[in-house]
């Protein structure tokens, strides 16, 4: 038998207050905290309706005090970028799982989830095509000078050649940090192109580097051999400002850097200077360490920048099937199974702390 909760304000799908009233002991109670853009979420309350699950969408929380005071009664809560801190978890003691609405999953404290035994779930297939295609297409974009001659033509400007010229393409040599699932589809897709492809992942074996015909190379020689380099790494520790003034000024002066992976994996000052000096020819970027993206950022100023608005995931099908994958997620953990994709699978081991059973 759960514990009887006190009554608690409910908020309506906007998150606007509605009556106080109590409700069954019996009720589990799932948050959705949603991003910038407000969507549908109603397929993930009808992934929950065996569970007896009630779903509460909620409009983006930023403030770590304001998510605990809105989800105080949480079972478990669904995130697009509010920051599910230790804090958050402790405070939420009912709480036994987080799911991410995407692929990454550094806003949560994982680690801390794991040692409060809160189950963390993230979406690693949804828009894998998506993102791979957009960082082909600005892959594309740059080398045929789409953005550029585009302006050049609504302006009355008609020339027949690409200014500053364009890269063969075929043969030259594209490189890939990171092989995990976006990594790995956009290897396959550039390679039809023609291209020779290295790469760099110390955490996938030699057998799916042969697989996509990559050559396994160090970062350091990833960044001087490559005419272009795509980033497709987590956020983490360990790759925050990965691309940083090191590995920039390892890059060819004709070389071009597209990221789509999360904004602060590139150090964004050092990019810029790059750039600036002319030791790098140009970039295309969809994510940013500040999003939205501030005005005076000095790249969004750069003729040789291409920029998207953290776009590329976006799909319709795909943003569309994100609520019922998310609901089904939060309906296993809570009835006893085993999420399909956990990312803290030490809650997993035997003898650990975890607070769903």
């Known amino acids: 038998m759960r514990r009887a909760r006190a009554p608690h304000l409910l908020y309506t799908s906007r998150g606007r207050p509605t009556a106080q009233r ?16 407000e969507r549908d979420w109603s397929d993930c309350q009808a992934a929950l309706a065996h569970v007896s699950a009630r779903m509460t969408a909620l409009p983006y929380i930023g403030d770590p005090d304001a998510l ?23 405070a939420l003691e009912g709480l036994k799982t987080v799911v991410r609405t995407g692929v990454g999953y550094d806003v ?48 009355g400007v008609w020339s027949a050649g690409v200014p500053g010229g364009a890269g063969s393409l075929h043969g030259e040599t594209v490189g890939i940090v990171g092989l995990g699932n976006i990594g790995s589809a956009f290897a396959r897709r550039v ?8 790469a760099c992942d110390p955490y996938v074996d030699d057998a799916k580097f042969a ?32 691309v940083g003034e090191k590995f920039l000024s390892r890059m060819k002066p004709t070389a071009i850097l597209i990221n789509t992976s999360r904004g602060p994996v590139v150090d964004e000052k050092a990019l810029a ?59 296993r953990v809570l009835t006893g ?10 809650v997993y081991a035997p003898g650990a702390a975890r607070r769903a059973r």
């Open 211 to 242: 697989a996509l015909g990559a050559e396994r190379v160090s970062l350091e020689h990833l960044a001087e051999r490559s005419d272009y380099v795509s980033v497709h790494t987590l956020l983490n520790d360990e790759t925050r400002h990965l």
């Open 68 to 90: 605990i005071a809105r989800t105080r009664d949480a079972d478990a809560l669904v995130v697009a970028f509010s920051p599910i801190t230790r804090a958050v978890m402790s």
């Open 337 to 346: 199974q085993r999420p399909l994709n956990v990312v803290n699978l030490e």
């Open 191 to 198: 390679a039809a192109l023609e291209t020779k492809l290295i």
């Open 108 to 155: 949560i404290d994982v680690p801390a989830a794991t040692e409060l035994g809160v189950i963390v779930v993230n979406i690693p297939d949804i828009w894998v095509r998506e993102v791979a295609n957009h960082a082909l297409a600005l892959l594309l974009a740059w080398n045929r000078k789409i953005v550029t001659l585009d302006r050049q033509v609504h302006a």
């Open 273 to 331: 200077r790059a750039l600036r000096e002319k030791r790098l020819a140009g970039a295309a970027l969809d994510v940013w360490e500040q999003e939205p993206i501030a005005a005076d950022n000095p790249l969004l100023h750069m003729d040789n920048v291409i920029v998207t608005p953290h776009a590329a995931y976006f799909s319709t099908a795909a943003v569309a099937a994100v609520p019922r994958r998310c609901g089904e997620e939060v309906a």
């Open 22 to 37: 109590s409700r069954p002991v019996d009720t589990y109670q799932v948050y959705v905290i949603q991003g910038q853009t």
